[in-house]
């Protein structure tokens, strides 16, 4: 029997031109992977978005749909390129140009998981990493492109949020002066995934919500927003970082007393951004 990559949620009606997708909330950890694992079953779940399928799901009731991988990020990172193998975890991988990301170990095959651990003991076979590209990455990249492209089809237009998590550690030196950490980073690659207008409208939404916003830094959008963001097309992309200390127990890797109360006010800020792709605004190429 085939893998089920992910999961396509669609609404009773397509109310608007936004697209959410998932692709680092998967939580099905394969027996096989578990018993090759040097980490336990709660380590190797530190770089999981854990939660944020759920908590984007009210698209659904806006008239969004929401792609959302099944397969964990440990096993396969579904925002890389297929061909970012590392040769310090797949036999028979030669060397190439300098990658920071498969340098780090974060490749499509990730080497670790969040803080540098090693999730293997050992190099795995080319051929088992090869079909975890095919069985997993190129599904969910094929049914995210048929959405967008169905979508663009439908409006005339699409603009994809590609949802994540951050650690709040990773966010702890942003203050500056103030202190006031951001809550959220949206991502637009500085300009080039998407329209200036849709970024200022998606922004808004947070805000509206009371929510701390920075823009692209220390998170810019990795590949799911350089491949697919094409504003001179109409097709805008904005990644969405989120700090999991509003919402859940980072170490537990469970929901905060905070989940429900967060997820409602969340809730009103996709509420807002379904709304931009239902109006009449001026998404210009820029």
Known sequence: MMP???????PARRATSVVFDSPHSGRDYPAALMARSVLDARSIRSSEDAFVDDL???????????????????????????????????????????????????????????NGRAIYRGKMARAEAEARVREYWRPYHSAL??????????????????????????????????????????????????????????ESA????????????????????????????????IQVEIDRALYMDEVRVRPSADFDGFRTALSDVISRICAIGAAELPLAAE
């Open 56 to 114: 984007f799901a009210p698209a659904l009731d806006f008239g969004a749909p929401l792609l959302a991988a099944l397969a964990p990020r440990a096993f396969i990172d579904l925002n890389r390129a297929e061909d970012e193998l590392d040769p310090a975890l797949i036999e028979g991988v030669a060397r190439g140009p300098i990658n920071p990301r498969i340098s780090s170990g974060l490749g499509v095959v990730p080497r670790v998981v969040a």
């Open 206 to 237: 947070f805000l509206s919500a009371g929510l701390r916003v920075a823009r692209n830094a220390p998170f810019a959008g990795a590949y799911i927003t350089q491949r697919y963001g094409r504003p001179s097309r109409r097709q805008h992309v």
């Open 4 to 10: 089920q990559p992910y999961q396509l949620f669609l």
């Open 145 to 202: 492109q048929e959405l967008l492209d169905d979508t663009r089809a439908q409006f005339g237009e699409a603009i994809l949020i590609d949802c994540h998590s951050m650690p709040h550690e990773a966010i702890e030196g942003l203050g500056g002066r103030t202190g006031r950490r951001p809550d959220v980073i949206l991502g637009d690659r500085f300009g080039a995934a998407a329209a200036a207008t849709v970024m200022d409208a998606v």
